[in-house]
């Protein structure tokens, strides 16, 4: 009987508590640089596009909501010709962000995203690429990567060294 | 002493009552929110208000569905019934002097025969719907409200035995030198705790219980029908704590304000109390209820009322 009174006193003492309520749309909460959102798809400092559409994001992707077909550019780099994911699948895991190997797709602290029809949560690449370099702002795949393109050798581009002969053994 | 505007007391006290059911509505959300740390219904109107007329006409709105296995008259009347007798009740309610419907000289007989009444709303709506859950719905009810009844009319009648009259207009007049709940206070705990079981409010929300019997007996009801059921909740509710107001707390009476106004406060005081229960208890098992109102309450009422009669006895 007096346990069901001090129930009863404990929860009017919370008459005087703060309240835990965030007032959504009028103060936004803190979201973390690391909040998985919206992805978008991120640009080289120098403006060219990361992806190299290599498919692991399809890949990791547990729900199989990115869609994307690899294309070459003159110089025998590769990106996507299109690349579309479903936001209406997505489960913003970020495991496409882990299987990056370009620093390419992130997720950002965005999740505004409702729309009145389902087809409008299908982004497209003009949707997805943003003009900047997003969470990894000197990193540029195509400078460390070592791969040839078309009037360059290996070892050939700026701040490369030539390749190391593996079968001999001069220094 | 009856009012000398008939029909103007008719009129207030009707939409008084209907008005603070529907804002109860808001008031049960935004205490409960209060009360869990959260803010509740604040986005229609200053600070929600309007939250009800929202909802009213929402449920408006809503298709009104008849089962087709349901039992058609019964189940259009069944929600009637509570909120028809639940407002009869009011009639014999003294706000203040001169406002009152009619001052019946059996005035506390009459308004717990019709919350007697009011079990038939339970059981038909159990029973039309034609619906298990339904079905085990009502059957608690009238188990419930049956037993928690019985010493609900004893422990009254120590007020009974005190004023020397059933008219609660001479109750509260009664209470001039001292209020009810002091000498009768092991009736006011009796009477708080059949009221509570009486307009099946959590704690004693078991022929609803949500964990148990999807709805209880309003589970196949929609529409404005499950919204009768509400008000006639509501109403109960308004109708428990001015009935506590009335009997335990002299009513009116009280210093400086108007005696209209004190009868509001101390309703309200007892209705915020009882959405404070609400909110802090868990519903009892449907044997423990029942055992505890035979076992516990009943015995205590009636002890209540012979130490009453002795007392009485012996001071004339």
């Known amino acids: ?171 | 002493m009856t009012s000398p505007y008939p029909m103007l007391s008719i009129l207030g006290i009707l939409t008084v009552a209907l008005t603070t059911a529907a804002g109860l509505i808001w008031l049960e959300r935004r205490l409960l929110a209060l009360w869990q740390d959260r803010y509740g219904p604040n986005r229609v109107g200053p600070f929600g208000l309007l939250q009800v007329v929202a909802d009213g006409v929402k449920i408006f709105m809503k298709e009104d569905w008849i089962p087709p296995f349901a039992d058609k008259s019964v189940f259009i009347l069944a929600p009637a019934i509570i909120v028809l007798t639940v407002l009869m009740s009011f009639a014999v309610l003294p706000v203040a002097p001169g406002i009152i419907i009619s001052d019946l000289n059996i005035g506390l007989l009459f308004v717990l025969a019709m919350s007697s009444l009011g079990v038939y709303s339970v059981v038909l709506a159990g029973w039309s719907s034609n619906n298990k859950y339904s079905l085990l719905g009502g059957l608690r009810a009238a188990a419930q409200m049956l037993s928690y009844e019985v010493f609900m009319g004893i422990a009254l009648m120590g007020i009974v035995l005190l004023a020397g009259s059933f008219s609660l207009t001479a109750i509260v007049e009664a209470q001039r030198k001292i209020w009810f709940v002091i000498p009768q206070f092991l009736g006011f705990v009796l009477f708080v705790i059949a009221g509570l079981a009486e307009t099946r409010r959590t704690p004693f929300d078991i022929p609803e219980a949500e964990s148990e019997l999807v709805a209880g007996y309003h589970s196949e009801y929609s529409g404005m029908k499950f919204g009768m059921f509400f008000v006639g909740e509501y109403l109960g509710l308004t109708l428990i704590s001015a009935l506590i107001t009335v009997l335990f707390f002299g009513g009116w009476l009280g210093p400086v304000l108007p005696p209209v106004l004190w009868f509001l406060l101390k309703t309200f005081f007892f209705i915020s109390f009882f959405i404070l229960v609400r909110a802090s208890l868990p519903r009892p098992r449907f044997d423990q209820l029942m055992s505890w109102g035979w076992k516990v309450m009943l015995p205590l009422a009636l002890v209540n009322l012979v130490v009453t009669g002795a007392v009485v006895l012996a001071w004339s």
Not at chain 1, 89 to 114: K, N, S, V
Request: aromatic share 12%.
């Open chain 1, 1 to 171: 009987m007096l346990s069901i009174l001090k129930g009863i006193w404990y929860v009017f003492l919370h008459t005087f508590q703060k309240r835990v309520t965030v007032q959504y749309p009028d103060e936004k909460p803190y979201l973390a640089p690391r909040y998985r959102g919206r992805i978008i798809l991120a640009r080289d400092p120098d403006g060219g596009e990361r992806c190299v559409a290599c498919n692991l994001c399809a890949v990791a992707c547990p729900v199989s909501c990115i869609a994307l077909q690899a294309t070459e550019d003159e110089h025998g780099r590769r990106y996507p010709e299109f690349f579309r994911i479903n936001f209406s699948r997505c489960i913003f895991c970020g495991f496409c962000e882990e299987a990056c190997p370009t620093y390419a797709i992130q997720l950002t602290p965005d999740f505004e995203m409702a729309e009145f029809h389902r087809q409008n949560l299908v982004y497209e690449k003009e949707d997805l690429l943003i003009n900047g370099p997003g969470k990894y702002p000197g990193y540029n795949f195509w400078h460390i990567a070592g791969v040839q393109i078309g009037g360059k050798d290996k070892g050939q581009a700026a701040h490369e060294a030539a390749p190391v002969d593996v079968h001999s053994l001069l220094p």
